[in-house]
């Protein structure tokens, strides 16, 4: 259940304490305001971290002195065995943290908006992995905590957190609501793209100063740079006259070139970028949502759309790639891998590939519109992919993770660990 109490915490107030429905009802509410203002726009004319490793220096030992005379001699210090060597050279690798910058809306989400708006989210949200409210729309983690976490650092924190923030690894700049258009969202990816330019801008000049920055200037030129945003704008365009969609999403893709181009000239060169899932499969869409649904159940229009932004994408990044020699631009096809735990649902033991597990009703859909919140709550355990009827699931980001950092979806086909790692060699074992 969504219930939760205020004031009984001990410490007090300090920010708005949102109980789970009102939570989606805000934030989903902000996110469709921006689909609609887009629609009437249109209709007009990206080891845990460095933890950082004090290691002592190691003093030679001086042996004993033979005789009486003066500076006896002093044994030397045998040569450690080559497995220590090993070691040691090892843990010199892992002296460089490695080091993300993600941006995006609340499909990697990893507290901002939380923290921007001082909202003090209750349960269940965060129930799974956590075991306490994060920020994140979701039961647990987001498709870029798997990622962070297959890189052996931990998540990445919201750039407007603040408290308790380490940034040593890298910041996230990802919102909930946010588009790729200008002037939609409060934080859209420009303003995203300009609080990085600042991030760095601070970093190095503390360097600069002497001081310890979060992030080095190797470090920055090291990263990698993500980006997952484009699905409000393209919910967006979906619900506009389909002979203006070329245009519109010529223009949104365009912004993306800007945000690319910008990164490049402050060093970056490893950018690894997700097209957008397959929104008309999304619960939200299908229950409430009237129109040509395909032969699995999602809606065909809005599905159109998505597969129109992920071309443009994806060539996007093949001009791109082109242009930029000296970069490596991994485009993965998002909407591929969603798809299928929908058309293809009983490979991944999905008995209800449109079941919402915090919602109301039960199955199949355990969605209602107007009546938000978990009247009906599945289990922890339960195979269902869709947190709220928009969000995913820890289970279900854990899935698609795993299929998107393997390359077989991804344009080269690139495994993450290979970009972070700095090679760029096609896989063959994927």
Not at 92 to 109: A, H, I, K, M
Not at 220 to 226: G, I, K, S, V
Not at 271 to 300: N, Y
Not at 330 to 348: E, L, P, Q, R, S
């Amino acid at each position: 259940m969504a219930g939760a109490t205020n004031g009984s915490n001990g410490g007090g107030g300090g920010g708005k304490v949102i109980t789970l429905p009102l939570q989606y009802f805000c934030v989903l509410a902000a996110v469709v305001v921006a689909v609609m203002v887009l629609s009437l726009s249109f209709m007009s004319p990206a080891a845990m971290v460095a933890v950082r490793q004090n290691l002592g220096s190691v003093k030679a030992v001086a042996g004993n002195t033979s005789g009486a005379g003066e500076g006896g001699a002093v044994l030397a210090a045998p040569a450690p065995p080559a497995a220590v060597v090993k070691e040691k050279e090892q843990e010199q690798e892992q002296r460089t943290p490695v080091v993300l910058f993600n941006f995006g809306d609340s499909n990697s989400d990893t507290g901002g908006v939380a923290a921007a708006g001082g909202i003090r989210i209750m349960p269940p949200e965060g129930r799974t992995y956590f075991h306490h409210p994060t920020g994140r729309l979701s039961d647990g983690r987001v498709i870029i905590d798997f990622i962070c976490e297959s890189l052996n650092t931990h998540e990445l924190n919201p750039y407007l957190k603040g408290i308790g923030s380490d940034y040593s690894n890298g910041v996230n700049f990802a919102m909930a609501g946010s588009t790729a258009s200008h002037g939609v969202s409060t934080y859209s990816l420009n303003v995203q793209i300009d609080q990085f330019v600042y991030f760095k801008h601070r970093s190095l000049e503390f360097f600069k100063r002497g001081l310890k920055g979060p992030v080095s200037k190797e470090g920055f030129e090291n990263a990698l740079y993500m980006m997952d945003i484009g699905h409000n704008d393209a919910v967006g365009i979906a619900h506009t006259p389909s002979d203006k969609w070329d245009k519109k999403f010529t223009e949104i893709v365009g912004e993306i070139r800007k945000a690319i181009s910008i990164l490049y000239d402050n060093g970056a060169r490893k950018f690894w970028i997700h097209g957008t899932g397959a929104l008309g499969c999304l619960p939200a869409v299908v229950v409430q949502e009237k129109g040509e649904h395909d032969a699995h159940g999602c809606l065909a229009s809005v599905n159109r759309a998505a597969q129109m932004f992920n071309k443009k994408l994806s060539n996007l990044c093949d001009s791109m790639r082109f242009q930029l020699k000296d970069a490596t631009i991994v485009y993965t096809d998002m909407f591929a891998i969603k798809y299928d735990f929908v058309a293809n649902h009983t490979k991944y033991g999905i008995e209800w590939p449109f079941m919402v597990c915090c919602g109301n009703g039960g199955p199949p859909y355990n969605f209602k519109p107007g009546k938000p919140g978990c009247g009906d709550l599945c289990e922890p355990e339960s195979k269902v992919i869709s947190w709220d009827g928009v969000h995913f699931t820890d289970f279900g980001s854990g899935l698609a993770a795993k299929l998107a950092m393997s390359g077989e979806y991804s344009k080269p086909r690139v495994k993450l660990a290979s970009l972070v790692n700095g090679g760029s060699k096609k896989t063959s074992d994927s």
